[in-house]
């Protein structure tokens, strides 16, 4: 079955203490994201990947490292968390070319920072 | 600035109505543009998608109606059922390019009986 999985589903941590929270995908796409979603701010991106390597910020990418060192995995690392990165955080792939706004998406990684 | 906007924030429909979310952008560059449905605990999934070559995409009870002049798209979904409830998701991309996807803000679909 094509799937994004992430890990942890659930972190509760405290500030300062850093995390990282797993992604991984099936479907042998070159480009990953990351998004964190919020009430009322709808998903915003964090980073991103067109391949292995190959990073770069999104829209919110302070207090986030993210490293892809093989195709299939993008890890999102939370060096020194703050309660302001409490949130639902997902990861995605998608295909290269025409079907590139075809965008799988992780179950999601609701984590409080407390 | 926000590249796609999106509205209403969240929206009630009796059963068997006709849900309208709309969506408007300001870039000329974007080709793609798929709605993603959200359900409570998971992650959003695609839903339809258009290109602006077409002015309506139907698959079921789902309409995308596109508007290229008016640089605005729209979904409908016609005789809405609860299990249509979800957040629904306008997004924009660049074409088949490497260029990341612009997400709207999100609508709150709640279908009453």
């Known amino acids: 079955e094509a799937q994004v999985t992430q890990n942890p589903r659930y972190l509760i941590t405290v500030t300062g203490k850093k995390l990282t929270v797993t992604c991984s995908q099936n479907m042998n796409h070159e480009y990953m994201s990351w998004y964190r979603q919020d009430p009322g701010l709808g998903l915003r991106q964090i980073y991103y990947?067109?391949?292995?390597?190959?990073?770069d910020k999104g829209d919110v990418p302070e207090g986030y490292k993210v490293s892809r060192k093989e195709k299939r995995n993008f890890p999102l690392i939370l060096e020194s968390p703050s309660p302001n990165q409490t949130s639902l955080y997902f990861c995605a792939s998608r295909p290269q070319g025409i079907r590139n706004y075809e965008q799988y998406f992780g179950p999601g990684t609701r984590l409080t920072v407390t | 600035q926000q590249q796609v906007k999106q509205s209403p924030q969240s929206l009630i429909v009796q059963k068997g109505g006709i849900s309208i979310i709309n969506c408007a952008y300001e870039n000329t560059a974007f080709d793609y543009f798929p709605w993603y449905q959200q359900f409570p605990g998971k992650g959003p999934a695609l839903l339809i998608a258009?290109?602006?070559?077409?002015s309506e995409k139907k698959e079921g009870r789902f309409t995308i109606s596109f508007n290229k002049s008016a640089k605005q798209f729209s979904l409908h979904i016609m005789d809405s059922q609860p299990g249509d409830s979800a957040t629904y998701f306008c997004?924009?991309?660049?074409?088949?390019?490497?260029?990341?996807?612009?997400f709207g803000k999100g609508t709150r679909l709640s279908v009453i009986a």
């Open positions: 990947s067109m391949n292995v390597e190959v990073t």
């Open positions: 997004a924009a991309s660049e074409g088949p390019g490497n260029t990341p996807l612009v």
């Open positions: 258009i290109r602006p070559d077409v």
